[in-house]
């Protein structure tokens, strides 16, 4: 006993797959992405930056190993956010999450402009498949 499928082409399938790679392309055109991609690589090139990051995590590790233990106190918080502070205080990394800032922004609009389209939420739902509503 054999089970046939329908081996049809979907032209309307292909067609949103080919739209969908095109928007991908073109958003990676954007000014706004063009200036994330660049920061991006500023901070994975920065040595220094790459130091404060192993820092910062390694202080957020600590933290929250204390933390789920209950043996974190203020001060360990406040080494935390200082570590932080001074990571997102470094010229290079404040403009990093500047430019990602600015990108969420502009993928939120889109997400917006097609959720419309389709009345849900694109970005919710298609990324969304294990949240808790």
Known sequence: MSIETDTAADPIGDRVEELATEFGDAITELPVYQRFAEAKE????????????????????????????G?????????LQQAQQELHDMPVMSEYLQAQNDLELRLQELNEMISEELVVDFGQKAGGCCEDD
């Open 71 to 79: 043996k974190a106190s203020q001060e360990d918080l406040r080494n």
């Open 42 to 69: 500023a901070v994975e090139n920065d040595e220094e930056a790459q130091e404060a990051i192993q820092e910062f995590e390694q202080i957020r590790e600590e933290y929250m190993l204390a933390r789920q233990t």
